[in-house]
């Protein structure tokens, strides 16, 4: 591309448009090869003048100026990676795979930089005399540990077998990612009239509305998004159709051909180890974990170990009354993965009057929106307006600007709440923009990406209480990259360890589930009456329900997890079959299936959750231990809780420590008790208190390197 061209390029002018979006309207995939390229080497250049710059390494010369490099790379990335996940195609994947090497040899070229490392390390060296304030030092000692642990200082050979090791890792990753989403892009279930057999009415609509789209009018359609194969599992009470997507659903990543990651799962586990031997670990799962809370594998596998055993044993309670349900109904047959939702629905209705069909009517999207606004607005002061004036990169996409008590615009939040073929998987938060108050204030632009079924042709989408909670966990993250108040982008928003970033999120999750918040937005989608109260008290007593299942399918993926990467030397690796040994190990019950199965695992393979899926649990402890803290005053909403909430974590990113964080919100650690008697566990709470307690008072000294 031509220089006038480069100049032109909607990814590198200066954006001045409303609340300065990007300008999704002009930008087309073949804008950003050309765009990465400029900005990669803008940043360059910028590197090298501070490694150039022959004053004495300072604070301002040197950490602010790393911090104000990069911001046209930055700019291009957050735009990029953002449409990847949310709106991609296949031009944007293509790109996708040669980017990912590419910025990761990057990344590489400054933190394996020794000129650079030698201004960072004399500074951290002579740190008590250079007058930081709490942040600065807090910046300064994040960029030496992220010098340090990407090799910094390490012999030659060493620091080029990195760089290597990361690029592949980048190509690798994305390739997973990729192949995820073709499976689950080119399987479709097709259902005629007679395939319905217990669908509710909302299901129904929805799958012919799904049918429609991808060109089967006429006929009902089941994908491999959760927001539509998990109430197909629940409701349908066709077993051989319930089997038929079971696996298919299990099996993505796992078909063979050129879809499969089994080997692109080994040769990154692979990789992952012999980094961490390079760096002197023992295993990459003790590399991984030294930077965070968790600090070591054996404290994140204590905590996980500790559910695990009441876990199961609850479980298989559970799995018994399923089994008496199946033999009351003269079926012959034992319960199955593809069984248990089906089942665990007859038998909450059974015990508590509980039908989730009754229930989801009256949870609809927009009415749960604004509860999500509403809370925030009662605790934080914040206000929303739709913005209509912003064009976005998906007609699906909303956008709203989110002004402070002083009604000064904060933040610019957008929520894309549809599931799509172009749309990998699951639930996210993520960033066009982030929050600094370097060189003057820069405003979030955060973005939230759901994958909810839509509701039939002229009618809403109507959530299950699962997805309730999704919408506000991924608000919870929204508002921790929102509400950012630090001057540094280094320690900004959501910049924390991954065993406390989950905090603020899951945290956020307990106000829905409030009969004051489901009294006012839970109405009916046709009456617009509120839940009776009948019904709001049969949700709230079914909250523990089936937390042994739930238990057991998250805490097995985490214990893979971690074991997979625990291995110092993992030369021949069959995933799949250290899955089935692992699992096998720990006693897995037959009639549950991990949520994440090691070829389709994301979190750990395309994303940063990679020895430290354990961190949702961890961050567990610290939510129903922290949410306590509103019911002990008895005001959901009590101000000064709300207060500290927001100053020493919402608004304070990672420039804290975050122990000393939780601490100044709650007065003191958290108490793991908490956790069990949220899961409903507590008989075994008494005998891992102690041991949980220490791990967390002992492990959140190190901060978080991103």
Not at 257 to 280: F, H
Not at 576 to 599: K, Y
Request: proline share 6%; charged share 25%; glycine share 8%.
């Amino acid at each position: 591309m031509t220089i006038s061209n480069i100049d032109t390029n909607p990814l590198l002018e200066p954006w001045t448009g409303p609340f300065e979006a990007p300008p999704f309207e002009r930008i087309e995939p073949s804008h950003f090869r050309p765009a990465f390229d400029a900005a990669i080497a803008r940043a360059r250049a910028e590197i090298d003048a501070i490694v150039a710059n022959p004053e004495a390494p300072t604070f301002a010369n040197t950490i602010e100026a790393l911090e104000r490099s990069g911001k046209a790379r930055d700019k291009v990335a957050g735009v990029f990676f953002n449409l990847a996940g949310a709106a991609s195609n296949d031009e944007i994947e293509a790109i996708e795979r040669e980017i990912a090497p590419v910025l990761s040899r990057h990344r590489s070229d400054i933190y394996l930089n020794d000129a650079l490392f030698r201004r960072v390390d004399a500074l951290k060296a002579r740190q008590d005399t250079l007058g930081l304030s709490p942040e600065q030092a807090r910046v300064l000692e994040r960029y030496h540990l992220d010098f340090t642990r990407a090799g910094a200082g390490l012999p030659p050979e060493a620091k080029d077998r990195l760089a290597a090791i990361g690029e592949r890792l980048a190509t690798l990753g994305a390739e997973f990612g990729q192949n995820v989403l073709a499976d689950e892009k080119d399987w479709l279930m097709l259902l005629a009239e007679g395939d319905l057999d217990g669908l509710p009415d909302f299901f129904a609509k929805s799958a012919a509305r799904i049918a429609v789209e991808r060109g089967h009018a006429g006929k009902y359609a089941v994908t491999l998004s959760r927001s539509s194969i998990e109430p197909f599992l629940q409701f349908s009470t066709r077993r051989d159709l319930r089997e038929k997507a079971f696996r298919a659903w299990t099996a993505r990543g796992e078909k063979g051909g050129k879809t499969d990651n089994r080997a692109i799962a080994a040769e990154m586990v692979q990789l992952r180890a012999e980094r961490a031997r390079l760096m002197g670990y023992e295993s990459f799962a003790h590399y991984r974990l030294a930077d965070t809370m968790a600090k070591t594998p054996r404290a994140a596998l204590d905590l996980l170990e500790s559910v695990w055993t009441p876990g199961v044993s609850s479980a298989l309670k559970e799995q018994e009354a399923l089994q008496r349900i199946v033999a009351d109904e003269g079926g012959n047959f034992e319960v199955a993965p593809w069984d248990w939702r089906h089942f665990a629905e007859k038998r909450r209705k059974a015990e508590f009057d509980f039908d989730e069909g009754e229930i989801k009517p009256y949870l609809q999207l927009d009415r749960l929106i604004e509860a999500a606004f509403y809370a925030a607005g009662r605790l934080f002061g914040l206000s929303f307006a739709e913005r209509f004036d912003i064009k976005l990169y998906h007609p699906d996409a909303r956008a709203w600007t989110v002004s402070g008590r002083d009604g000064e615009p904060i933040a610019l939040f957008i929520g894309d709440y549809f599931a799509r073929s172009s749309k990998r998987s699951g639930a996210w938060m993520s960033g066009f923009r982030g929050q600094k108050k370097l060189d003057g204030p820069q405003l979030p632009i955060v973005v939230n990406v759901m994958n909810f079924a839509k509701g039939g042709e002229g009618e809403p989408s109507l959530l299950s209480v699962d997805d309730a909670r999704t919408l506000f966990h991924e608000f919870g993250h929204a508002l921790h990259g929102m509400l950012s108040d630090v001057t540094y982008p280094l320690v900004s928003g959501t910049h924390v360890p991954g065993d406390f970033v989950e905090f603020p999120s899951q945290i956020y999750e307990n106000w829905i589930e409030q009969p004051e918040m489901l009294r006012r937005f839970a109405l009916h989608y046709k009456t617009g009456e509120p839940m009776p109260d009948a019904l709001l008290k049969k949700l709230l007593s079914a909250r523990q329900f089936n937390q042994g299942w739930a238990t057991v399918e998250y805490t097995a993926s985490a214990l893979v997890d971690i074991k997979l990467h625990l291995d110092p030397s993992p030369d021949s690796i069959d995933v799949v079959a250290f899955e089935r040994q692992e699992l096998a190990r720990i006693g897995m019950p037959d009639a549950i299936a991990m949520r994440h199965r090691t070829p389709h695992f994301q979190h750990i393979f395309s994303h940063g959750y990679s020895s430290a899926y354990y961190s949702y649990l961890w961050s567990e402890v610290l939510d129903a231990d922290g949410f306590e803290a509103f019911e002990e005053s008895g005001d959901i909403f009590d101000p000064a809780v709300a207060r500290r909430l927001h100053d020493f974590v919402y608004a304070a990113g990672g420039s804290r420590d975050y122990e000393d964080a939780y601490k100044a919100f709650r007065g003191r650690p958290p108490s793991p008790k908490a956790l069990f008697r949220k899961r409903g566990l507590g008989g075994r709470a008494g005998l891992v208190v102690t041991e949980i307690k220490s791990s967390l008072r002992g492990s959140a000294k190190i901060p978080w390197g991103g």
